[in-house]
């Protein structure tokens, strides 16, 4: 379950940023040629008193987005040098590519880069495995025909969604920490003498965190899925049923097909976004023991940026990391241009 | 909306058990989904030595309210719950005036440059300088140990434009053009056409960004270091980590606070953890299922449509 990197920490949920980008993708297709050759003339026509007026209302905003998302763009330059606040860039030593070259000329350094990078693509992975459940969550969930059951799976199990990674942490702690309710129960039914270290262990990591992950995102992930399923004409199903389909039959060749073109768009923008696992999770859930393991990029990034005071290697490191982003993501939109037709970005 | 509604259905066997299975499964995953909030209320009331030892598991024991009395008075927890109040009710306003302004204003054909500036804006959710440079800028505007680094940099979301954006695009142009006749002006236009008519997409928006602001915990662990700006959630993971000498705190000063004090009542770090927990919790339990409709709503707009 990986987050969209923004400039400003706070990153919605994954789910809510999958959306936005189908969102782009409607909206984009929606600004046809012909359709921006009519507003042109319609512009011309309103004269530009009006349209610069109607400018200046946004310019506050447009300044915001320039200095948050834009001009620290400009900080990319710290990569070059040997960064040290208190001296300013002015005061701090040039050295080229010096952050680049140590990347991948110190073994050590490799070594730690090569894990961080396989726990990122591993966690990453699991994330688009795991991508399926709720498609199949929403399929069975619409499969029951009482509504105030369906209303009420919906509900709780949407609940988790809305709740901070340190409190899904807070509960992970008090159901498996080795004094939690689960290593309790285990003991009480003479199950285990020893607790049973669930946390604070370096095995099994990346699968403890991707089921975090699917605990918390899978009601959530199905909503836009039952809801494009709200959307299959229904026709479909009753000429199927006049010819015999049973429900599986109707799933499989119905509501399935159906709900790919969805499925497929989230999926090639979970690919665009490999490297972005979010930070936060990790941050929780990390301690001595699982260090090694749960390093991804984002942690790692701060890490050594922000604990470590590594300034400019975080910097050159996160704009790698930017820009193989970019770049998969254009990948994966040239690739969905070429296959389906219509871009996703 | 379900397939299965319509038409005679033959009830066989295998529909039986099929509906079992699928009836059985859902109610797993909801008991998984909802048994870990009820653990921290049930633990948080109940006794503090039976829940230390773990012992409270489906029925609270020798239900007592003392822990919230004593927990709101640790130190630094009623200036951070006003500190996450704070930065939810402003970061929320001005977010959801702002996604509203602008939504509306890249609808508008007729504005400068608009195609350009709509991608100015949506673009960056694609990219990021990364921490350290977004750090720095912080930094260097002020923003750091300062209340308004919980704002400022959230009042222009993209994603909320374009939900609002969509929204605006398919209310009819008629309400618009009538308003021009009358010779309003655009700000007139937006303020007393629009935004009335606007409700159903700015109460989706509010919660999403409500929620975000309430749970948000990075920018206080990246931006912040003055303890007067400790918001909840940073609290809540201090906390976990420190409950066993905050326990001990309690249970120093407990004696002037409450009078007497029980082994029922006594701090332990699992009643702190559990009580602060439920506190932080409580809010969203309360509000978010009197919000889903709207935001099923919201997110089904968006979905049917790409």
């Given amino acids: ?345 | 909306m379900s397939n299965t509604t319509f038409g005679v259905r033959r009830r066989g066997g295998g529909d039986i058990i099929f509906a079992i299975t699928n009836y059985s499964v859902f109610i797993a995953l909801a008991f998984l989904c909802a048994y870990p909030f009820y653990f921290l209320i049930i633990n948080s009331i109940s006794a503090n030595d039976v829940s230390a030892l773990g012992q409270v598991r489906w029925l609270p024991v020798d239900v007592h309210l003392e822990n919230y009395s004593q927990v709101l008075q640790l130190n630094g927890l009623p200036m951070a719950a006003i500190v996450s109040i704070a930065r939810t009710a402003i970061g929320t306003l001005a977010a959801v005036l702002a996604s509203a302004f602008l939504g509306f204003m890249f609808s508008q054909s007729k504005m400068w440059g608009r195609q350009f500036w709509y991608r100015f804006v949506i673009i960056t959710m694609y990219f990021s300088a990364g921490l350290i440079p977004v750090f720095i800028v912080m930094k260097t505007l002020g923003l750091t140990n300062n209340f308004w680094v919980y704002v400022v940099p959230f009042i222009v979301q993209p994603f909320f434009i374009i939900l609002v954006k969509t929204y605006v695009e398919a209310m009819p142009e008629s309400l618009q053009e009538a308003a021009e006749m009358d010779g309003a002006n655009i700000v007139q236009i937006f303020f007393r056409i629009f935004l009335p008519n606007m409700t159903p997409i700015l109460a989706t928006v509010a919660i999403f960004s409500a929620v975000a602001q309430w749970n948000s915990f990075q920018d206080t662990l990246i931006y912040v270091t003055d303890q007067s700006l400790y918001t909840l959630q940073y609290l809540l993971y201090m906390f976990i980590n420190q409950a066993n000498s905050l326990a001990q705190a309690a249970q120093n000063s407990g004696g002037n606070l409450s009078g007497i004090i029980t082994a029922a009542t006594t701090q332990t770090p699992t009643s702190i953890r559990m009580t602060v927990s439920v506190l932080v919790v409580l809010p969203i339990i309360f509000i978010y299922p009197l919000f889903q409709r709207f935001f099923v709503k919201g997110i089904m707009l968006g979905a049917v449509k790409g």
């Avoid at chain 1, 340190?166 to 607790?195: C, E, H, K, R, W």
């Avoid at chain 1, 984002?298 to 996160?318: C, P, Q, R, W």
């Fill in chain 1, 1 to 345: 379950m990986r987050e969209y990197p923004t400039s400003n920490g706070a990153a919605g949920d994954d789910m809510t940023s999958q959306l936005v980008l189908q969102e782009v993708a409607a909206t984009e297709l929606e600004e046809s040629p012909a359709a921006e050759k009519a507003s042109r003339k319609q512009r011309r026509q309103a004269g530009g008193r009006r349209s610069i007026g109607m400018f200046l209302c946004i310019v506050p905003f447009m300044v915001l987005v320039f200095v948050f998302s834009y001009f620290p763009l400009y900080g990319w330059i710290y990569s070059l040098f040997d960064y040290r606040p208190a001296l300013g860039l002015s005061g701090s030593e040039f050295v080229g590519l010096q952050w680049f070259e140590l990347l991948v000329s110190s073994p050590t350094q490799v070594a730690q880069i090569g894990q961080v990078l396989l726990n990122t693509l591993a966690i990453s992975f699991l994330g688009i495995a795991t991508s399926v459940l709720p498609l199949i969550f929403a399929i069975f969930l619409n499969e029951v025909r009482a509504p105030w059951f369906r209303n009420s799976v919906q509900t709780l199990t949407t609940l988790p969604n809305f709740i901070s990674w340190v409190l899904v942490y807070m509960i992970a702690f008090s159901l498996f920490s080795s004094s939690g309710l689960v290593n309790n129960v285990l003991n009480d039914a003479g199950l285990i003498t020893q607790p049973l270290k669930f946390l604070d262990t370096d095995q099994n990591v990346w699968l403890t965190m991707t089921l975090w992950g699917v605990w918390k995102g899978l009601g959530w992930g199905a909503i836009i899925y039952l809801a494009a399923i709200a959307g299959i004409d229904q026709s479909l199903y009753e000429s199927a049923k006049i010819d015999g389909a049973g429900r599986f039959q109707l799933m499989r060749y119905i509501t399935i097909p159906q709900l790919m073109p969805t499925y497929l768009v989230l999926l090639l923008l979970s690919v665009a976004n490999l490297l972005n696992n979010g930070m936060e999770q990790y941050f929780v859930f990390q301690n001595a023991f699982n260090k090694e393991t749960i390093q991804v990029l984002d942690l790692y990034v701060y890490n050594i940026g922000i604990t470590g005071n590594s300034l400019s290697m975080a910097t050159a490191i996160g704009m790698l990391k930017s820009v193989i982003s970019v770049a998969l993501l254009l990948t994966v939109n040239w690739i969905a241009k070429r296959v389906r037709g219509q871009s996703i970005v």
